[in-house]
């Protein structure tokens, strides 16, 4: 398969118009025209016609980008959802908690296999305090009780497959409770014991003492924002000089925070989006229309805005804090939310320029970052030797990244997803809910 005379982003920076050719599932050539060439020696032409063989697809005003990875979901077992996902052009999924261990395992290996499902990477169970968020609500999650159980917490996640580690540091307070959490202690041991045995780790900040303490104990990658306060200078420039991510989860706390007046729901606009609607589930476009995520209920909080998690993104940015697309989603059949796998990633995006990365740094975020970022190393770039994880959209979303809804085509693992039989299925009310 040969696209021709399309502009290429590659996951870093925009070249072409050029020529990307892809065969068993992995690019096999990018063509650039000399001028745009940067680096290797240009071929005397970007025409892919010297394989005659190849079927061509004209890209004449159209974009190709890798394929989208969200660094922050929630798949909770549901095929759906990552067929809802791979729908919107995301083509891994990063899930954040996942359980039991024999089913995140089970659809783990079913995504690595089938075409017709986005590809994922679970951290499996998460590490929390007993009896704190979310065990609390789960008697059977194992829990942390202390700096001593941490390498044994670690063991069995790995074990268990986990692909990273996910740590909860959340006393409850968004959800108008006060219940116990993980102190420094323990979370520096779970990050010392995953970084022993060769994991990431992730840490789940719920405000500003949680995201301080996570920082404090050596975690690998931050996500989610306080919504009380921006994070301040120092302790940005901290982030940085210690060579931390975020993953801020704009979409999730966009649809969590308090409404107010001055500032209409990027994420709700999906719900009218012609590019985006005919693709959605009807739950789906229920939740995003009318829904709110139920992440603050001191709604009436008059501190909780999200123009302060816009703010601390900026900063985070301008600090040079390498900031991952991710958004959260907890969306599943039987719980309307109105982050839906997939669809919101575009959300997620266009929340990232809006709170001051370029189209191109944003659409970074979303593909060669996390690749980097979760050592995804045959993805997230369009070079020879990487998976053929590609989305075809029209117009440049490096100019306007709303141009990321306008897809023509998709492919994963260089199999075109067929988009306008899940569209069919979708409008019929038969897609994107079996489980
Ligand atoms: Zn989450």
Known sequence: ????????????????????????????????????????????????????????????????????????????????????????????????????????????????????????????????APGGHPGHAMPLLPTVAGPDEADAFVAARQAEGAHFIK????????????????????????????????????????????????????????????????????????????????????????????????????????ADDPRVVGYLPDHARTAIAEGHEGLCVEKESSEHHFTHALASVARLHRAGVPVLAGTDTNYRPDRACPVVHGASLHTELALLVEAGLTPAEALTAATSAPAAHFGLSDRGLIAPGRRADLVLVEGDPTQDITHTRSIEAIWRGGVRFDREAYRERTASGTGGTRA
Not at 197 to 211: F, K, Q
Not at 212 to 228: I, K, Q
Not at 255 to 260: D, K, L, R, V, Y
Request: negative net charge; aromatic residues 4%; proline residues 5%.
């Open 1 to 128: 398969m040969i696209i021709d005379k399309v502009r290429i982003f590659d996951g870093t920076a925009m070249l072409g118009p050029g020529a990307v050719e892809f065969a068993d599932g992995v690019i096999t050539r990018v063509l650039t025209e000399p001028a745009a060439a940067s680096d290797a020696p240009a071929p005397a032409s970007a025409s892919a016609s010297a394989s005659a063989s190849a079927e061509v697809i004209d890209g004449t005003g159209l974009t190709l980008l890798p394929g989208l990875i969200d660094a922050h979901t929630h798949v909770f077992g549901a095929e759906s959802n990552l067929e809802l996902a791979l729908a919107f052009g995301v083509t891994t999924e990063l899930d954040m908690f996942m359980g039991p261990p024999e089913l995140t395992q089970a659809l783990c290996t079913a995504a690595g296999e089938r075409a017709d499902l986005a590809d994922m990477r679970s951290s499996g169970l998460v590490a929390s």
């Open 167 to 270: 740590i909860i540091v959340d006393d409850g307070a968004n959800h108008g409770m006060s219940l116990p959490a993980l102190d420094r202690a323990t979370v520096t041991a779970l990050a010392d014991a995953a970084h022993r045995r060769g994991l990431l780790t992730v840490a789940h900040v719920s405000a500003g003492w949680s995201a301080r303490l996570a920082l404090d104990s050596g975690v690998d990658m931050l996500t989610h924002l306080p919504l009380e306060a921006a994070l301040d200078d120092a302790f940005v420039s901290r982030t940085a000089d210690g060579k931390r991510v975020a993953i801020p989860t704009l979409a999730m706390l966009e649809a969590s925070a308090p409404e107010t007046p001055s500032r209409s729901r990027t994420g709700r606009a999906l």
